[in-house]
């Protein structure tokens, strides 16, 4: 498999190459640690299974940077991996093409499992999104039946 790794913190980097080794001793890794090297790194052509971003790095303005990486490589799966926490950002992120959304703060179990979800077709959101998305969606329905009765009476 092919991975590209971006996090601005070289620990960060080689601890996440370290845990994709587990999923596949001869994974191929191409890096980046800033806005400007994953911009460059994250080309169509480098042909990646998979790549593992954070927002936050030099340059990179969140996920309206990830939206704007994910036009120009659709093809280019991502899983955010992020300190960031907030709800509202999760959504972004996810509204934006990623596959993935994982808080730095779970455990490296999470994080392989929602990698293992992405690499097979399927998507990883966070609990704390689910909830926000839920709020949200229920808001809308609400609003359309109170408005629906009051105008039946």
């Known amino acids: 498999m092919k991975f590209l790794v971006a996090d601005d913190h070289e620990l960060i980097r080689q601890g996440v190459k370290g845990l994709l080794r587990g999923l596949d001793p001869d994974a191929q890794f191409d890096e980046a640690d800033s806005w400007e090297t994953l911009a460059a790194a994250a080309r ?18 969140g996920a309206p940077s990830l939206e704007v990486l994910l036009k120009e490589n659709p093809a280019l799966p991502v899983v955010v991996l992020s300190a960031e926490e907030s709800p509202d950002e999760m959504c972004a992120v996810l509204a ?3 596959l993935g959304f994982v808080p730095k703060r779970q455990p490296a179990s999470v994080m392989l499992k929602a990698i293992e979800l992405v690499l097979s ?10 909830s926000l998305l839920g709020t949200r ?4 329905a609400a609003a359309a039946a109170s408005t629906a009765s009051a105008s039946s009476t």
């Open 44 to 61: 169509p052509d480098a042909n990646r299974d998979l790549a593992i971003v954070d927002l936050h790095m030099p340059g990179m303005g």
């Open 137 to 140: 969606e229920a808001a809308p």
């Open 96 to 98: 934006a093409g990623a």
């Open 121 to 130: 077709g399927g998507a990883y959101v966070p609990m704390e999104a689910l």
